[in-house]
């Protein structure tokens, strides 16, 4: 938590009812040393407040008590904030010289125009505030010193706002325990209009039309406790309301609208009998609670959406350990993604099984749930798309935030540009960092029409309505994403689009469209298709990710005493470069219950420690393994003489650049290595035949990468200290789960949230 010390001398607060009152309560809890008075129309709401204790004198009067006060809060209803200021402008010159002015109003354009008003100009040293917290009850005697803890406060300062007076409120709110945050101040009127104004206004008039009912005393006998959280709200301050909803009138009646607009789908859809379209709408509603409640742990608000970052979320890894017993990590990623994409796309219901629960996934199910699709689950992973064919999807209301997904990203950059009409595609720190000019610049050959940010970077402004043609592309970096992307719009462009490739990638698009009846052909390098077709649903079953994999696969192989198996891991042809490249290195790697499912093979892989050789890595093999390299270094430091990669300028324009994150994670281990533009050399230790360890422990700044998090916690087992790693919130994106199983089969890893400094 932030931690802040309230300089002020007197502490004035104009309105001494919840709000007002709460916070004196707060600041008197936290030690402040200062002076609180407060000034209320009501003489005896000033006897109690003395009473309790929380504050040190008042008046119902402003003007003895303005003097020599170094801060003033403004916590009268919005209405009344007009009066206030009009007096208040009177008054300053007797208060402290550089006091400063804050509110706690609702809404905040109405009380900015009122300052306006009394002072002319919108004074630098006022600090326009909201916090949001509050009760149905409401008085002195309703103060509360928690109120505003774990609450959050907007402030919304201006371009000319004193930089000093902005750090005092500042302080004030987050002495009180509060998540203060900026804001523009037509955006909180518009935001609050839809998460505060808008819900108490729903509620005062349900239960004012259920009141005034014949049968209203069984009404409100019968009813059950959602009635009741929901109706709870009903029980506010109605001078209170009324004033909020006056003062922000505009933003309500907009919120209003677009509420009503969804009540009239909502009630056709019950009329008509529609269950799919009342089945999206229910489903939609329910996950998006639970999806954007899991990402506002994590977000600020900025440029309008959110953006994710670390929530100091670290690893602790004991060194030693084995690695044995039976076990199957989670669902394929890239499969998980395009089950979704297709299914979403395709006429019919498609079931899915094994579907990854990550939040990279996760976003991509919520981005089709906001383009009108209806998906249930996931459920113990399993999903049911209800289809809306290949021209079924609808507009969404805003930005599509897609996350860490790289994938997502670029994958629905292809399918978006061939919609008819506009999209924005947005994500987290991490993926605005990343490189999207590689599949825009394509796609505008084809003919469609992309913004992207400085550099080629998200967010990616999709303009629908074009016609696209099919194109012949020579990729000039082999990437399964650009290829994926190309072949997804060339359904729906004009002519055959052609994608050739330098060098193998992972086929996990063309087998899926081929097993949804769109018809992929391949020959050697080439994969093309023909815009026009149609998906047909069908059943999915996604393989457990081998890149997930890597990780158990690396750390069995590295431990004397291992032995270790993972069930129904995805071997398709095209990700077997860790497999491949283990077994050069002397690795035990053993496969059976070879089969296919859903045109993906899979098999179970034992692995057991055998001592491994550094090797030079085949170039044919980088394509292959380009996701597991992480993991591989750690192979690498724990084989016995150098191991050399290069060909891999690809692991550059990861979520991190992902050679440099592993090398300066390796050096401060103390493993030697040497980097080069497109690779690197490891070496290994000089004898991995004992049970001692190979290098020592350390400090690993994961950058927020999930997998350079996940590689350097493989490598405390053969570490010679602990090996603590920072940043690791996002291994969520990928790998649900991964401290629990690393337990599981042997590690001694821990997980540390650390409080915000």
């Not at 007002?20 to 936290?30: C, E, H, W």
């Not at 930089?163 to 804001?183: D, S």
Request: charge should be negative; charged fraction near 25%.
């Amino acid at each position: 938590m932030q931690q802040a010390v309230v300089d002020e001398a007197r502490i004035l607060i104009v309105g001494l009812g919840l709000i007002g009152g709460s916070l004196a309560a707060a600041l008197k809890a936290a030690g402040f040393a200062g002076e609180i008075v407060a000034c209320d129309r009501d003489a005896d709401e000033i006897a109690r407040g003395i009473e309790m204790g929380i504050i040190d004198g008042g008046d119902t009067r402003l003007a003895p008590l303005v003097e020599d006060s170094t801060l003033i809060v403004l916590a009268v209803p919005v209405l009344a904030m007009d009066g206030v200021m009009h007096e208040l402008a009177g008054l300053l010159e007797r208060a402290a010289p550089q006091v400063v002015v804050t509110d706690v109003g609702s809404t905040k354009a109405a009380i900015r125009d009122c300052a306006r008003r009394a002072f002319g100009k919108l004074p630098t040293n006022l600090v326009l505030g909201h916090p949001i917290a509050g009760s149905e009850k409401s008085g002195v005697a309703a103060s509360n010193p928690d109120l505003y803890r774990h609450h959050k406060v907007i402030l919304t300062p201006q371009a000319d706002t004193d930089t000093q007076a902005l750090v005092r409120v500042r302080a004030l709110w987050v002495a009180c325990g509060a998540e203060v945050l900026e804001m523009d101040i037509e955006r909180h009127d518009q935001v609050l209009a839809r998460t505060s104004h808008l819900p108490h206004l729903l509620a005062f008039s349900l239960v004012d039309t259920l009141a005034r009912q014949d049968e209203r005393l069984e009404i409100f006998r019968y009813a059950a406790g959602g009635f009741r959280d929901f109706t709870r709200i009903a029980g506010s301050d109605p001078v209170m309301w009324r004033d909020i909803f006056l003062a922000n009138r505009e933003a309500v009646l907009t919120a209003l609208d677009d509420f009503e607009a969804g009540v009239a789908r909502l009630r056709e859809a019950v009329a008509t009998s529609d269950g799919d379209s009342m089945l999206a709408t229910f489903d939609r509603a329910s996950h998006a609670r639970q999806y954007f409640d899991t990402l506002l742990k994590k977000t600020s608000y900025q440029a309008g959406y959110q953006t994710m970052e670390s929530n100091n979320l670290r690893y602790r890894v004991r060194p030693g350990g084995r690695v044995s017993g039976r076990i199957r990590v989670p669902g394929d990623k890239s499969v998980s993604h395009r089950s979704i994409m297709l299914g979403a796309l395709a006429e019919g219901i498609t079931e899915v099984k094994g579907f990854l629960e990550g939040e990279d996934s996760l976003a991509t199910l919520q981005a089709f749930r906001e383009m009108g699709v209806a998906i249930e689950g996931p459920h113990q992973g399993r999903v049911t798309i209800h289809g809306v064919g290949m021209h079924g999807l609808k507009a969404p209301s805003g930005p599509l935030y897609v996350g860490n997904a790289g994938t997502a990203m670029r994958l629905f950059a292809g399918l978006l540009a061939g919609q008819a009409f506009d999209t924005e595609l947005t994500g987290d720190a991490s993926l605005t960092k990343r490189p999207m000019g590689r599949v825009a610049d394509p796609l505008r050959q084809m003919g469609a029409v992309i913004e992207t940010a400085e550099g080629g970077r998200p967010p990616l402004k999709i303009k629908g309505g074009q016609t696209l043609k099919g194109i012949t592309y020579d990729m000039p970096m082999a990437s399964a994403q650009v290829k994926s992307c190309l072949l997804l719009a060339g359904m729906y462009a004009e002519g055959e689009t052609r994608v050739r490739e330098p060098a193998p990638t992972r086929d996990h698009t063309e087998r899926m469209l081929n097993g949804f009846g769109y018809r992929v052909e391949r020959r050697g390098d080439t994969a093309w298709l023909q815009g026009g077709g149609k998906l047909a649903a069908g059943p999915i079953d996604v393989p457990s990710d081998i890149s997930s994999a890597t990780f158990f696969l690396v750390a069995a192989a590295i431990t004397p005493g291992s032995d270790l198996t993972l069930e129904h891991v995805g071997i398709n042809p095209t990700r077997i470069g860790v497999i491949n490249i283990l077994k050069l290195m002397g690795a035990d790697l053993e496969l059976s219950n070879e089969h296919e499912v859903g045109g993906e093979p899979v098999a179970d892989i034992r692995v057991r420690y055998a001592p491994l050789q550094g090797i030079e890595i085949p170039q044919d093999q980088v394509p292959l393994a380009i996701d597991e390299f992480p993991a591989l270094f750690i192979a690498a430091a724990n084989a016995q003489g150098v191991t050399r990669l290069r060909g891999a300028e690809e692991l550059r324009v990861k979520e991190s650049d992902r050679i440099q994150a592993m090398a300066d994670g390796l050096t401060a281990l103390g493993v030697d290595n040497t980097v080069v533009a497109d690779g690197i050399d490891i070496v290994g230790c000089r004898d991995n035949r004992g049970d001692g360890p190979n290098y020592g422990g350390g400090r690993i700044d994961s950058l927020g990468d999930h997998r350079i998090a996940m590689a350097f916690t493989v490598a405390g087992l053969r570490a010679g200290g602990e090996i603590v790693i920072d940043d690791c919130a996002n291994v969520a994106t990928s790998f649900p789960g991964f401290v629990e199983l690393t337990r599981s089969v042997g590690m001694q890893v821990d997980e540390d949230r650390q409080e915000e400094a």
